[in-house]
């Protein structure tokens, strides 16, 4: 089928005939390969040697390889948002779980709610290196936005938990978050009558655990970043990137290499990574952190969690070497706003971040490589991070509590 379609004659028609063809991917690749292979064996019209041909297939093979490398991952605007079937989204659980995220109730001592750690103004996430705490304890990670956390595949920076239902309740239980006993928060929550309407009317119950989590996941699934200038520009509306930012992009998806992780909708790609980013000196430093350290540490089976001076990360989930100090690579919308940066909060701004990345990221990792940028480059880099990613204001203000 192939030979009769497409027999290429001449170089250029060999190279022409995988892009016309209106295959992508792989499949560009191998009838690439197949091509290459015939036009090797027997040519009879004699216009492409064999020795013209190995050097072509040599050529191809690495540009298409560099080609692979610079695009293996790509941005898409915004899709509609994943909703599991056991948990449909409706106006009234929405609402629920809004009075829930930012109720007080929540805490043990009722000084946090999830609002604490997870500011609206601050794109749901708190402005601190390493995040807030349940009084008198301390933290130890940089508290992630919440914006297009529905996306996420993984949740946490090391991804020990899959989907938001599960995820609402380890805050509430976590001894240096909001400390709560869960079968005291439910008897709380069935002593206030407004709650006991809404639960009846959108779970037909009475308040649980579970269903206060349900809640929660249904609010924050509407938490999306929308109609950024990135959107716009992927939606085809040229002029929605300024010529800064435009070149920006171009060093995000080209020379920058970062849309390697940072693609797709999310701009992340759902994996993990060990950049050996440095640690925050407070794991060691704070007797406070230290303790939250070895305390995370022995919960996940760590055997010398009492030596425990650094993030394991994704190791302490999986105890898989290649996992040592691999985080999740986080979302890039709203960027601007979720200073500090990384899973500790190590970098004050985004040109710390930048600087980072260009130096070829933390001593001796195996994942990044020096990018050689200039002063310019990485002004229109931090140009794009800054306007691109940043959608339209979701006005979301605290609601009446009852
Ligand atoms: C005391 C501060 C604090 C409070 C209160 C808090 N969080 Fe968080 N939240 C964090 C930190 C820190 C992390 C990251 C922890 C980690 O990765 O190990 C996090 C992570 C998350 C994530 C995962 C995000 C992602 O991208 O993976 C979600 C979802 C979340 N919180 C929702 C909530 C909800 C819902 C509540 C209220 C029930 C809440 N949080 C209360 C600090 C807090
Ligand atoms: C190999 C995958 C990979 C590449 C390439 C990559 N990143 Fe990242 N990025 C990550 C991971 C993983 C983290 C989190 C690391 C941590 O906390 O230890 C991260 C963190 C970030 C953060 C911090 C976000 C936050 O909320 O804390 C920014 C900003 C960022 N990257 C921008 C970039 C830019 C700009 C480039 C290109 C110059 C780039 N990244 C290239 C994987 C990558």
Redesign the pocket.
Known sequence: MLRNRCRPKTMSSLILVPIRSGLRGCDRFFLLKELLLNCGQKNRSGIISGLACRYVIVVVISVVLSVANVFAGHLEPFKSVPVPKANPQTAEKIELGKKL?FDRR?SGDGT?S?A???MPELAFSDGQDI????PTTR?W????T?IN?AF?RY????GRVET?ED??LF??MSAF??NKNLDYLEEQIRQVPEYVAAFKKVFNREPDRERIAMA?AAF?RTLISVNSPLDRFLKGDEKALSDDVGKGMDIFKGKGRCVQCHGGVNLGDNKFYALNVPENAALENDPRVTATVRFVGKVYHYKDYRSLKEDPGRYLITKNKKDWKAFRTPTLREVSRTAPYMHNGVFNTLEEVIDFFDAGGGQGNHVLKPLGLSADEKRCLKAFLVEALAGEELGIKVPDLP
């Not at 995040?131 to 349940?134: I, R, T």
């Not at 990670?141 to 992630?144: F, H, I, L, V």
């Open positions: 995220f929540l946090m999830c604490t750690c997870h995040s807030l705490s349940y933290n990670r940089n508290s992630p919440l956390v996420q949740l946490f920076w090391d938001l995820q609402a805050p509430m978050e909001m929660l924050e």
